[in-house]
């Protein structure tokens, strides 16, 4: 059973078309959701850390919210270079010091010129 | 945020050969991950490896598949043992910034076994 379930798995926007992904998870317990994005031919590159539910988080065109249930990354007025896959990653306590990080498919976005 | 680097980052390798993925870190750090990302699937925690003990493997995957080492603080290495063609993928090492916080990853080994 998906623990972390992103939507769309894609999305294609024009160039400065605001919208929204999604990461909505089950797990009870949650101990950090973080948003990674990901280029081709790259490894993830962190984004946002939010820890608890009312959070916000923003950097440049894009901005991170929590609630109990679910996460969005909302992206304003995007360029061709936000076109990315953003992967979304809940940290799950699973025992002693060791933390888990259990990641949704992601998102695929391309941003037209 | 620490510097992650990865060897080799692409190979293509025969059926049954074993291959060994380096990571070196330009900090020393307690907690080193190893990730798996296939085609379409979402990253996959194959282990935690941390210095001076056995790592720590997930469910579905075990030691003589895996075998992974943590000789000091900055290196790991993971060992991806008689290899068939189910292995290729990425293979992706990560490590903690801050105990319980956001982790950081190399860019990874795109591996494909023929």
């Known amino acids: 059973e998906d623990q972390v379930t992103q939507s769309p798995e894609a999305l294609r926007l024009q160039e400065g078309e605001s919208s929204s992904l999604n990461c909505s998870y089950t797990v009870s317990g949650l101990r950090g959701l973080f948003w990674y994005r990901q280029d081709p031919g790259k490894g993830p590159e962190f984004l946002f850390t939010l820890y608890s539910a009312g959070e916000e988080k923003e950097k440049e065109r894009l901005k991170a919210t929590l609630t109990k249930k679910e996460s969005f990354l909302h992206i304003t007025a995007p360029k061709p270079e936000d076109s990315a896959t953003y992967l979304c990653a809940v940290h799950l306590n699973s025992g002693g010091s060791n933390y888990k990080l259990t990641f949704g498919k992601g998102t695929l976005l391309t941003v037209n010129p | 945020s620490a510097v992650i680097s990865q060897k080799p980052s692409r190979d293509i390798c025969q059926r049954g050969t074993s291959l060994t993925i380096q990571c070196q870190v330009d900090s020393q750090v307690t907690m080193m991950f190893w990730y798996r990302q296939q085609p379409g699937q979402s990253l996959t925690l194959i282990a935690t490896a941390n210095q001076g003990s056995e790592a720590t493997y997930e469910s579905g995957f075990v030691i003589d598949k895996f075998p992974i080492s943590r000789p000091n603080l900055t290196f790991s290495t993971l060992t991806v043992s008689n290899m068939s063609p189910e292995d290729s993928s990425i293979y992706l090492c990560?490590?903690?910034?801050?105990?319980?916080?956001?982790?950081?990853f190399g860019d990874g080994t795109r591996l494909s076994i023929l």
């Open positions: 990560s490590v903690e910034g801050t105990p319980g916080g956001a982790q950081h």
